[in-house]
């Protein structure tokens, strides 16, 4: 499927790179040791594009991060939406070096590889009718009746935000695609189920430090949360409604790929937050106001 070139805002991203060994690198001792710098940063350009059906593969992959231990969830089914969803959403990918680019009139063959996507899902189009009902089925089952019932008063109404990545791009990424996002639903024709949705439902993925390892702060020594998508942390001090769905099992944190053993011990789960849209772009500005 040729790739519709679709402008996208690019963002400038700082990665770190990790060592790799093979065996004649285990058996020279000391000598690569000193040559290794683990605290070396290389630049990487990435662009957001639009969605391809060839994405689908790697949308898969990135939904797996928060999704995989929920059977629930049919991630086929959900990367097939995302993925022929034309003109709606972005991904990232590397930007292509300037010297490689085609001369115009040539077809662009885009990277296979995708960095993270942005997208959404309307819980009530009748085209996505069985995944909608297992994801529905999936939300009530791990909550309590008193949130079941303030849920039901916005499903009705509500398109359900895909925003996932890889760990190490930075939320300033962010910016730019929900924007584009933005921009997609004005785009789309009036009777579009997306475009109706006064309601987005995020699923952020948080990880929670155990309340007796937590650092001491002033609020009562309340336990620290983190967002894996440090700028939902922001879409949740507009949302109306939120709460946590657990993974029922436990993970070290990690900084920059680098475990120790005095990392404290965290817990993930799910944190579901419901924003009316015509909050998204206070939240935007709150986000670009932070990372300047």
Same mark, same amino acid.
């Given at each position: 499927?040729?790739?519709?070139?679709?402008?996208?805002?690019?963002?400038?991203?700082?990665?770190? %790179?990790?060592?790799?060994?093979?065996?004649?690198? #285990?058996?020279?001792?000391? $000598? &690569?040791?000193?040559? =290794? !710098?683990?605290?070396?940063?290389?630049?990487?350009?990435?662009?957001?594009?639009?969605?391809?059906?060839?994405?689908?593969?790697?949308?898969?992959?990135?939904?797996?991060?928060?999704?995989?231990?929920?059977?629930?969830?049919?991630?086929?089914?959900?990367?097939?939406?995302?993925?022929?969803?034309?003109?709606?959403?972005?991904?990232?990918?590397?930007?292509?070096?300037?010297?490689?680019?085609?001369?115009?009139?040539?077809?662009?063959?885009?990277?296979?590889?995708?960095?993270?996507?942005?997208?959404?899902?309307?819980?009530?189009?009748?085209?996505?009718?069985?995944? %909608?009902?297992?994801?529905?089925?999936?939300?009530? #089952?791990?909550?309590?009746? $008193? &949130?079941?019932?303030? =849920? !039901?008063?916005?499903?009705?109404?509500?398109?359900?935000?895909?925003?996932?990545?890889?760990?190490?791009?930075?939320?300033?990424?962010?910016?730019?695609?929900?924007?584009?996002?933005?921009?997609?639903?004005?785009?789309?024709?009036?009777?579009?189920?997306?475009?109706?949705?006064?309601?987005?439902?995020?699923?952020?993925?948080?990880?929670?430090?155990?309340?007796?390892?937590?650092?001491?702060?002033?609020?009562?020594?309340?336990?620290?949360?983190?967002?894996?998508?440090?700028?939902?942390?922001?879409?949740?001090?507009?949302?109306?409604?939120?709460?946590?769905?657990?993974?029922?099992?436990?993970?070290?944190?990690?900084?920059?790929?680098?475990?120790?053993?005095?990392?404290?011990? =965290?817990?993930?789960?799910?944190?579901?937050?419901?924003?009316?849209?015509?909050?998204?772009?206070?939240?935007?500005?709150?986000?670009?106001?932070?990372?300047?």
């Amino acid at each position: 499927m040729p790739q519709k070139k679709k402008q996208k805002p690019q963002d400038h991203v700082e990665e770190e %790179s990790e060592p790799s060994y093979d065996e004649d690198d #285990s058996m020279s001792g000391s $000598e &690569n040791e000193q040559d =290794l !710098d683990q605290d070396e940063e290389i630049m990487v350009d990435f662009e957001a594009r639009s969605v391809l059906e060839s994405d689908r593969e790697s949308i898969k992959i990135l939904l797996q991060q928060k999704l995989a231990a929920f059977q629930q969830i049919n991630l086929n089914e959900l990367a097939t939406i995302i993925s022929q969803q034309e003109n709606l959403g972005n991904v990232i990918n590397q930007a292509e070096d300037e010297d490689n680019e085609k001369q115009d009139g040539d077809e662009v063959e885009p990277n296979d590889t995708i960095f993270g996507v942005i997208s959404m899902v309307d819980l009530n189009f009748s085209q996505t009718k069985n995944f %909608s009902c297992e994801f529905i089925k999936f939300l009530k #089952s791990h909550i309590n009746q $008193e &949130n079941g019932s303030k =849920l !039901d008063f916005y499903l009705p109404k509500c398109s359900y935000i895909v925003n996932e990545r890889f760990l190490n791009i930075p939320p300033g990424i962010s910016i730019p695609m929900f924007e584009s996002l933005l921009d997609d639903v004005q785009k789309l024709s009036d009777d579009s189920a997306n475009k109706k949705s006064e309601y987005w439902l995020f699923l952020g993925r948080i990880f929670t430090e155990e309340a007796n390892k937590a650092k001491h702060s002033s609020k009562l020594n309340a336990p620290e949360t983190q967002y894996a998508n440090p700028e939902e942390e922001i879409f949740e001090e507009f949302s109306e409604l939120k709460f946590d769905i657990s993974y029922g099992q436990k993970m070290s944190k990690a900084t920059g790929g680098k475990w120790s053993k005095d990392d404290p011990t =965290l817990t993930p789960s799910l944190r579901l937050l419901i924003i009316n849209t015509n909050k998204v772009k206070d939240a935007l500005e709150k986000i670009k106001n932070l990372i300047k």
